[in-house]
């Protein structure tokens, strides 16, 4: 009996070994350093699924992202590095990171609340992008809280962080479901009036990161309407309707179908940087804003959130000079970023939704990120 029974678990082991490739995951060490004084750590979320993310407490940044496709084989689908020196070493493209204050560009660096004028730093031209020189992306976040799956981060941002005014507390919760979705919560307070536009720079690729293309996934995004933008990518202040546009994704149509158009906008970006304008019923419900599926492998990644936008951004500023995980490269256009958020310069632009946030406010966000499989 006891012969049959090790029998028993011994071809049920052999079958889990050899049914499904597991890729090795990433050596957690390589995120030991100590940096501004705080130890960096890589985390591991994992569900019931097969679903495995890990993140590093190093800009609130996702790592990796194991994903099964189809047949349940798992891939590592988002953008990223072996090791924190592969993060500290490389150009900054905000790999999988934490974006704040502002997300996206501020024309000039500057903005006004009341009388007072606030100049913030100028990193991406004349303008202010993501957060500035040193933002959210690059800070020491706190563990507060951590389960198998979820990770509860905390950051203080110091009056006049980057040039932006006030004590700002930041709680951000990474909580990967059963039904394999990564509910990322934002909640946030600040002792002074102040503005605040929080995202995830997470790259996707459907087939795995570094194996190729995004231009034949199909993209959805709910929205009737986009931000159009000048040479340095600033929105002009209008609400441009997608149809009869390479903008029009209402339907499921390819990402490249369109992405070599004859079209101002796509030279300006060149290729997709532009923000949308989600097609909402209320200001405060999380709905479905936009999906990506990649017919080869059949995963489907859908983005949910309450926010008033989503940038859609085809990674046209990559060159894959910097070997990302197992060395693969990440080159031009061959990673995808949905970031959910308030409009790109809304504290210099009335008609966009408001980007203010007062001592007696509480400003609160959150993304999903959810994956599935179609046959
Ligand atoms: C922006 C791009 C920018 C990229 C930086 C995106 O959110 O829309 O214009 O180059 O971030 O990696």
């Given at each position: ?85 592969g993060y500290l070493n ?41 957060g500035g020189v040193n ?241």
């Open positions: 009996m006891k012969t049959a029974i090790f029998q028993f678990i011994l071809v049920i082991f052999l079958f889990s070994c050899t049914s499904k490739p597991v890729p090795p995951t990433i050596n957690p060490q390589a995120f030991d350093k100590v940096i501004d004084g705080k130890q960096v750590k890589l985390y591991t979320l994992k569900n019931q699924k097969g679903m495995e993310i890990t993140v590093t407490n190093w800009g609130g940044r996702i790592v990796s992202w194991l994903v099964p496709d189809k047949n349940g084989v798992r891939e590592d689908v988002v953008f990223g590095y072996d090791s924190i020196n490389a150009k900054e493209n905000y790999f999988g990171a934490s974006i704040g204050r502002y997300g996206n560009r501020i024309a000039k660096g500057e903005f006004s609340i009341g009388d007072i004028h606030y100049k913030l730093a100028q990193n991406n031209g004349v303008n202010s992008l993501h933002g959210f992306s690059k800070k020491m976040w706190d563990v507060v809280q951590k389960s198998a799956g979820e990770l509860s981060l905390k950051l203080v941002s110091p009056d006049m962080d980057e040039g932006y005014p006030g004590e700002l507390s930041v709680s951000m919760v990474y909580r990967l479901t059963n039904d394999n979705e990564l509910v990322i919560q934002y909640d946030a307070k600040c002792d002074k009036p102040t503005i605040i536009n929080l995202t995830n720079h997470s790259y996707f690729n459907l087939h795995g990161a570094g194996n190729g293309t995004i231009l034949d996934h199909q993209l959805t995004i709910n929205a009737d309407f986009f931000t159009p933008i000048d040479s340095t990518l600033i929105p002009t202040g209008e609400l441009t309707p997608v149809g009869n546009t390479p903008f029009d994704f209402r339907t499921p149509t390819p990402i490249g179908s369109r992405i070599n158009s004859e079209d101002q906008q796509i030279r300006f970006g060149l290729g997709y940087d532009i923000n949308y304008v989600l097609n909402k019923k209320t200001d405060q419900n999380v709905s479905l804003a936009a999906s990506v599926f990649e017919p080869e492998s059949g995963r489907l990644l859908e983005v949910f959130t309450d926010q008033p936008g989503i940038q859609f951004y085809t990674g046209n500023f990559l060159d894959g000079k910097y070997p990302g995980k197992k060395g693969k490269t990440y080159g031009y256009r061959t990673g995808l970023c949905l970031e959910t958020q308030h409009f790109p310069n809304s504290p210099n632009q009335p008609k966009f939704p408001t980007v203010q946030l007062d001592p007696d406010q509480v400003y609160a966000h959150t993304c999903i990120y959810k994956f599935s499989v179609k046959k």
